[in-house]
């Protein structure tokens, strides 16, 4: 049995991995979608379920006016005690010197909640985890962000002591422990106390081609800490032909055999026929995903990555583990015929909630109400799920009867909210409803079809929406039936909706495509949308 990687395919950014028994949990970073933070389980290391999302309520996760790509960064999720541990870390400013966040802990007795309320931590810096020691005691590891322009915003790994009785930090007690190599950039820190010393795992070189993992290591917890010597634990940097890159930002688990995997952030990069594999890398449309490497140990008691620091593909499963598969997590049509979303549904920023939208206000649909653009951070009714293939259709059927041009009710493909296309149903003052394809590019926004918006039939109740994703770019079509299928002759660049193509423009870059429904009414009345159907049909395994 092999895994095959990415084992969490789409956007599943940071991830952060623990065992518990005979069942792996991996909880991986959601920025500005809600809920907040995303757990797989797996019993095999191969085969894996989405199963719970613990940042829920408001009380948990509020992020109205979160920044794009702000939110949740890096959780870290850890067993001791007989309970679930989760460090999150809500970030409110990510652009420019300061670096404003919470960090926050929950615990739960089960990975499906109920989750307590949280215990503000600090604000230190961001990618906080727990360290449980031997003694009892535990230990917030996190990066220091430093604002003044004449140091690093990077500052080190800072160790502080957690008082479980008091459930406070004591600040008295914090100290950096480790300023990470020349490489700069220091974050995603976890500690784990092995063969009698204390390991830090880090990632170094920021989220992108450059990252990369290292590991140091102290006989004293808090250090001092000594580099692994010789090249990095993980990094793709130098191996631009590698099938998985960006590699870095993880955890460690051991399998009940006593065999050692790493959990990692990675990225499928794709090129343009006429573009170079090492310039521009590439776009990584799926986002950051995850991957598993097997780890050995040398004599010396430092870890490698079997098969070479640039990370595998196709990876050997652990020793005696038995193949457990699992049942999809969502119908590959969707009749909204449930009273919740099924998981794989994200909203933006806000909870989907009555003022959102209801699937009971008409059975068998999605009713959304029309909130803010999609250039709103505050609130939008835009109900989306990951893409997690290169190549996929997505299709949804809308009944909406729009009286003024700022009203758009359809199929919507988003990465933030300077990024973005969407087919929808709105009105001109030519044809009344029509059908318009729109595209916000680095927050120019145009209009394809103009003047030429396709008449919707007075007697078309619903009008079908269906995406066509092949890659590296991606069209849409309409229908009035569901069985006569136009082609609108727009071809949109798959490349605007992908990591390294934002990273030119903004600084936060850290979520990958989505694909979903939407209705948007700035007027202000709310007009309802409903929405009958939902489909997402993978084209083929990649």
Request: with cysteine; net charge negative; aromatic share 14%.
């Amino acid at each position: 049995m092999q895994i095959e990687n990415p084992v969490l395919k789409g956007f599943n950014a940071d991830p952060s991995i623990v065992r518990v028994g005979d069942t792996y949990y991996i909880a991986n970073s959601t920025f500005e979608w809600f809920p907040g933070v995303q757990i797989h389980e797996s019993k095999d290391l191969v085969n894996w379920r989405l199963i719970a999302h613990p940042l829920s309520t408001t009380t948990l996760l509020d992020m109205k006016g979160n920044k794009d790509s702000g939110g949740i960064w890096a959780p870290d999720l850890s067993y001791a005690d007989g309970k679930f541990w989760l460090v999150y870390t809500d970030v409110k400013v990510t652009e420019g010197a300061f670096k404003d966040m919470t960090n926050y802990l929950t615990t739960a007795e089960s990975i499906e909640g109920p989750w307590s309320d949280p215990i503000k931590l600090n604000g230190v810096g961001f990618d906080a985890s727990l360290f449980h020691d031997d003694d009892g005691k535990k230990y917030l590891v996190q990066m220091e962000w430093d604002h003044r322009e004449y140091h690093h915003p990077f500052n080190g790994i800072k160790l502080t002591e957690y008082s479980v009785e008091e459930q406070r930090m004591l600040p008295e007690t914090g100290r950096i422990i480790y300023k990470g190599t020349d490489v700069k950039l220091v974050e995603g820190p976890h500690i784990y106390k092995l063969f009698g010393q204390y390991y830090l795992f880090c990632a170094e070189g920021g989220t992108v081609y450059s990252h990369q993992e290292v590991v140091a290591r102290s006989k004293e917890l808090f250090g001092p800490y000594e580099t692994q010597p010789g090249e990095a634990f993980l990094t793709a940097f130098d191996s631009p032909d590698n099938y998985l890159q960006k590699n870095g930002h993880g955890a460690l688990v051991e399998t009940p055999e006593g065999e050692w995997y790493f959990a990692h952030l990675t990225g499928r990069p794709w090129h343009r026929e006429n573009e170079s594999i090492r310039d521009p890398r590439g776009w990584c449309t799926l986002g950051r995903e995850t991957a598993i490497q097997k780890v050995e140990w040398d004599e010396d008691k430092w870890p490698h990555i079997v098969g070479g620091k640039q990370g595998r593909r196709f990876v050997e499963a652990p020793k005696g583990a038995v193949e457990t598969k699992y049942e999809p997590t969502y119908p590959e049509q969707d009749h909204f015929d449930s009273d919740k979303l099924n998981i794989n549904f994200n909203t933006l920023r806000v909870p989907f909630d009555p003022s959102i939208g209801s699937l009971t206000e008409k059975p068998g649909h999605l009713r959304l109400y029309g909130k803010g653009s999609l250039t709103n951070e505050h609130e939008q009714a835009l109900v989306a799920r990951r893409w997690q293939s290169f190549y996929f259709d997505a299709q949804t059927s809308v009944a909406y009867s729009p009286y003024t041009f700022q009203q758009m009710a359809g199929l919507v493909n988003y990465y933030n909210t300077g990024h973005w296309s969407m087919i929808h149903v709105t009105w001109n003052e030519i044809n009344g409803r029509v059908i318009e394809i729109t595209q916000n590019d680095r927050g120019v926004l145009t209009s394809f079809l103009k003047e030429k918006a396709i008449k919707v039939p007075d007697e078309a109740t619903y009008v079908h929406f269906k995406v066509k994703v092949r890659k590296e770019t991606y069209t849409y079509a309409y229908s009035f039936d569901n069985e006569h299928w136009t082609d609108i002759e727009v071809t949109l660049d798959a490349a605007i909706l992908s990591d390294d193509y934002v990273v030119q423009s903004y600084g936060g870059f850290f979520t990958g495509a989505f694909v979903g429904m939407a209705n948007v009414d700035y007027s202000g009345y709310e007009l309802p949308a409903d929405f009958d159907y939902f489909i997402y049909k993978e084209l083929e395994k990649n």
